[in-house]
């Protein structure tokens, strides 16, 4: 059984096992303070109009989920998030 550090995890391609869809690197870690145990990892939302309108929802994938970890991907056992409906950039400005 391997182990690495979790600066190692950081930017590292996350794919999902059953479409092959790139979803994006890993951007945060979420740990357990009681187990210190690592129980998620984080993929940011995508970034609204260069990041002025806010970020989309992360993308938050268990520790059960993940397959494999290797030398540069993670191989995740789950769908990427639902696209949102597009709005009209000023339904987005005025939350229409």
Request: with cysteine.
């Amino acid at each position: 059984m391997g182990s690495c550090r979790v600066g190692e995890l950081w930017k590292k391609d996350v794919i999902c096992v059953s479409t092959g869809a790139c979803l994006g690197h890993v951007d945060d870690v979420v740990v357990d303070l009681c187990t210190a145990r690592l129980i998620a990892i984080v993929i940011y939302g995508r970034a609204r109009l260069f990041g002025l309108l806010g970020r989309e929802e992360d993308f938050v994938i268990p520790w059960e989920k993940i397959q494999l970890i290797g030398e540069d991907t993670i191989l995740v056992n789950c769908c990427p998030p639902a696209p949102e409906p597009k709005k009209g950039f000023f339904a987005s400005l005025f939350g229409g």
